[in-house]
């Protein structure tokens, strides 16, 4: 694997899922104090961030230890158009 490689997903705000998970499927982060889960539902999650959908998804499918938090530090994603990228020619 080159140094170089990263993944970049663009407009996340797109995303459209099926059925009632809009209201239904939920996401759960802990502040760190005591009772601090937060639960957010995927309609107010994209509303308000929509590129932690896709990390969130990303992440779980992604080996858990040092070669996966590796593999997520090179995804890049962005909720609207992104700055074109450009092929870099060796």
Do not use: C
């Not at 407009?11 to 639960?39: D, F, R």
């Not at 998804?57 to 080996?63: D, F, I, K």
């Amino acid at each position: 694997v080159d140094t170089w490689d990263y993944i970049v997903v663009v407009n996340a705000e797109k995303i459209h899922v099926t059925g009632s998970k809009p209201k239904g499927k939920l996401y759960h982060h802990y502040s760190g104090y005591q009772s601090g889960l937060k639960t957010i539902n995927f309609a107010d999650l994209r509303a308000r961030a929509p590129e932690r959908i896709v990390e969130t998804a990303v992440r779980g499918m992604l080996p858990k230890g040092p070669l996966g938090r590796a593999m997520f530090r090179k995804l890049k994603v962005y909720s609207g158009p992104a700055q074109q990228p450009k092929n870099l020619e060796i």
